[in-house]
């Protein structure tokens, strides 16, 4: 087992298999808020669902809408069961805040290095810990 340092942004643990996105990614209009399921056109990952996974994407983008987004993910049971950013913007951290879905930022490590999709891994945001099994 392989362990990284990472700032905490919402507590919790999450554990599942990783879904990577090497960009910035905007909730709002991108992703199917009952399925979990990416839409956004022309999105490397479109057709993806992210429900249960760990879900690893740069930082977040676009309207703060983003944030109920994310929220209605986890009301309608299709929220990640973690999120890993190289840093977390105000939108991703208040959605993942108040939907309470782990989530760290700024991994001592390239993340993009270290992880592959499919991998398993266990997001342990109070312990500010990412660990690949």
Not at 10 to 37: A, H, M, Q, R
Not at 83 to 96: K, M
Not at 98 to 103: F, K, M, Q, R
Not at 114 to 126: H, N, P, R, S
Request: net charge positive; charged share 30%.
């Amino acid at each position: 087992m392989k362990i990284i340092k990472a700032r905490s942004i919402s507590e919790g643990k999450g554990k599942g298999e990783v879904i990577i996105l090497k960009e910035p990614f905007g909730f709002y209009g991108n992703i199917d808020p009952k399925t979990g399921v990416i839409i956004e056109k022309g999105n490397p990952i479109k057709g993806q669902c992210i429900k249960n996974k760990v879900f690893v994407f740069s930082n977040g983008k676009g309207s703060t809408v983003g944030s109920y987004v994310i929220y209605a993910l986890k009301k309608n049971r299709v929220s990640p069961a973690a999120i890993i950013n190289i840093e977390t913007e105000t939108i991703v951290a208040t959605g993942v805040i108040l939907a309470e879905i782990p989530c760290v930022d700024k991994p001592e490590l390239d993340i993009f290095k270290f992880l592959k999709d499919g991998d398993i891994v266990e997001v342990d945001a109070d312990k500010k810990e990412i660990r690949i099994l």
